[in-house]
């Protein structure tokens, strides 16, 4: 909670509440560093698919390779439950780290939180 705190209310200024319902049902990932999480993101399930969301790399450890490696994580992780189909809301900025790893763009960009998004699905 703390860091998904510093990073989309503080960070991003996002105004809405980061912390809902879906937290309870969602595996939280993360990936730790000197004990000190540096990179997060939730997964769960939504009738026949997987979603994830919420990721995050701390400002300082930024452009090290630590997204990839925990969608990947996640990936693998959906995978290994037979679920071959992922969709996310993905902040339209960074949907190109997701383009590499195999998610196409669907329908039009829109906003969410006050910052633009589009939708995104990999299917194995």
Do not use: W
């Not at 919420?54 to 390779?65: D, E, Q, W």
């Not at 997701?98 to 299917?123: P, R, S, V």
């Amino acid at each position: 909670m703390k860091i998904r705190s510093e990073v989309f209310l503080i960070e991003q200024n996002i105004k809405e509440t980061d912390f809902d319902d879906t937290d309870f049902r969602a595996i939280h990932h993360y990936i730790e560093v000197n004990g000190s999480i540096i990179a997060y993101a939730r997964s769960y399930m939504e009738k026949e698919y997987g979603k994830m969301g919420r990721l995050l790399v701390v400002a300082s450890m930024r452009h090290k390779g630590y997204a990839s490696k925990i969608i990947s994580h996640i990936m693998d992780y959906f995978e290994i439950l037979g679920v071959s189909k992922i969709v996310i809301s993905a902040q339209y900025q960074v949907r190109a780290l997701y383009q590499i790893l195999g998610f196409k763009e669907i329908g039009e960009t829109y906003m969410e939180a006050d910052i633009l998004h589009i939708k995104m699905i990999y299917e194995k």
